[in-house]
Structure formats: C-alpha cells, structure tokens
C-alpha cells in the first residue's frame, strides 16, 4: 500500500521540542520530495520544509532556524526536528511526497497528520 505515516506530535511547553517522523511505504521513496506542512484552525495549510531528492532542503521563514528536516533512505523516514516550538507552531502537521517546494499543489500523496499542540 502506498501511503505516509506521520507520528511524534504530542503537547510540549513552549521552548520545548518535539521530533516528527514521516514514514514512506509502497513507492520509491528516493525519487520524491518529502514536504512538511502545517494547518491550524481556520487557517490555510502552509508548507513547513520540504526535502528534494538531492537532498537539498528548504524552510518556510517562520522555522528558519528553529526547526531540520532529514532524511535516512535507508529507513524510507524523513524526520522534523522542531526546536523553540512557540505557541503559533500549534497545528496538525502533514507530511507529503511530491515534486518538491512549499507549495501544496506540488504534492499528491499525504499522510493523515499528527496534532502538535504548544503551550505558553
């Protein structure tokens, strides 16, 4: 089956950390991107990182700095990293497989998310 699980959300302080991991079964993993995109309520879903097949990686502003986005092949995870976590990076978070870039259209495979809740 082809599919994307996300897991490690969780409620955190702010300040805290947190380690989301995306795992990618029944596809090659290694000729897609990997994205990662957030929506909080009542709010658009907005790209987060995203990692090419290459390797290289991207951050929307608002994480530069805070949170790394990995990949171990060999596993077929590609991992979040979220560190300084502040309240406003509440929001369910969605891994996707795709083209490459921070732009939802570019993706069409997703996963069913996983809720990150920081409190203040």
């Known amino acids: 089956e082809v599919q994307l699980v996300e897991s490690g959300g969780g409620l955190v302080q702010a300040g805290g950390s947190l380690r989301l991991s995306c795992a990618a079964s029944?596809?090659?993993?290694?000729?897609?991107?990997i994205g990662w995109f957030r929506q909080a309520p009542g709010k658009e879903r907005e790209g987060v990182s995203c990692i090419s097949s290459d390797g290289s990686t991207y951050y929307g502003d608002s994480v530069k700095g805070r949170f790394t986005i990995s990949s171990d092949n060999a596993k077929n995870t590609v991992y979040l990293q979220m560190n300084r976590l502040k309240p406003e990076d509440t929001a369910v978070y969605y891994c996707?497989?795709?083209?490459?870039?921070?732009?939802?259209?570019?993706?069409?495979?997703w996963g069913q998310g996983t809720q990150v809740t920081v409190s203040s």
């Open positions: 029944g596809f090659t993993f290694d000729d897609y991107a």
């Open positions: 996707a497989a795709g083209s490459g870039g921070l732009t939802i259209w570019n993706y069409r495979l």
